[in-house]
């Protein structure tokens, strides 16, 4: 964590941020959060990340006392202070302290920076693999901080030498646990649309590739797919090449990932240069 961050309606030493220990965010799971990443500065999508906040904190009956430009201003002052040129910032809204340890109460907002740590070149060059997870996770379109399934399931997936899962139910798959993932049949690209977070990592690969469909994909699709990849933040565009013990497609990174990769480094590089 960087020097300084914003809690308790101010900017202060990140030492000093302290959370109540009956807040429904610690003690019940109940909580959002958002996440993004700075490039020489510049808060990549702020906009649009802002945005999911702000509804995610409406959809789950949380009380946000910021607005969107109050939010960006603390935001900006953090990076300045930080000196964040190339990190990562996290809003964090817990869930509040309630008479009966249940109920959202007035939470507390967080802001605070952070180094961040890509995966390693050698993975984007010839992929990853997933485990598969029959799971789907709770109130799929908010970012919330209830991670409990995956943490647990992670020292599985470790251990066989993956780097997340694919969750999927009855047939259908629909998101990893911090990713959202495309599949590639015959140059046409496809991603699911129900029971995922609706990432910005996504939204703008869907810009860079307007045709995709987005549509149910089973899991069966995803197993017998030419290219697969997963989107994130932190992972921009990761290459998939095997599920569980089964290599997709060829087993090495596709002509429509490695392009789409090379396209999304473009359009960072002008958002941050223009």
Not at 154 to 173: F, L, P, R, T
Request: glycine share 6%; aromatic share 10%; hydrophobic share 40%.
């Amino acid at each position: 964590m960087k020097p300084f961050c914003f809690a308790k309606n101010q900017i202060i030493d990140a030492q000093s941020a302290k959370v109540h220990p009956m807040d429904i965010g610690l003690i019940r799971g109940y909580g959002i959060f958002d996440f993004f990443r700075t490039s020489n500065y510049t808060p990549l999508f702020l906009s649009d990340y802002l945005d999911r906040f702000i509804r995610s904190a409406s959809k789950t009956h949380l009380q946000l006392n910021y607005d969107k430009s109050a939010l960006s201003d603390i935001i900006h002052q953090l990076i300045e202070k930080n000196d964040l040129k190339n990190g990562g910032i996290r809003m964090l809204l817990t869930g509040g302290v309630s008479e009966n340890h249940f109920s959202p109460g007035a939470g507390d907002l967080f802001i605070f920076c952070e180094d961040l740590i890509f995966p390693s070149l050698e993975k984007y060059e010839n992929g990853v693999k997933l485990l598969s997870a029959e799971h789907v996770r709770a109130i799929a379109d908010i970012k919330t901080t209830n991670y409990a399934f995956p943490v647990w399931l992670s020292a599985d997936w470790k251990a066989k030498g993956a780097e997340d899962v694919i969750y999927h139910q009855n047939g259908i798959i629909s998101e990893s646990s911090r990713s959202n993932i495309f599949v590639i049949k015959d140059g046409a690209i496809n991603t699911p649309d129900e029971h995922i977070l609706h990432g910005i990592t996504r939204m703008r690969v869907l810009e860079l590739a307007p045709e995709t469909s987005i549509r149910q994909v089973s899991f069966e699709e995803l197993l017998k797919a030419d290219e697969a990849f997963i989107t994130s933040t932190t992972k921009k565009i990761l290459p998939i090449t095997s599920i569980d013990n089964q290599k997709i497609g060829s087993g090495l990174v596709g002509p429509i990932t490695k392009q789409l990769m090379t396209d999304f480094e473009a359009m960072e590089k002008q958002i941050v240069f223009k």
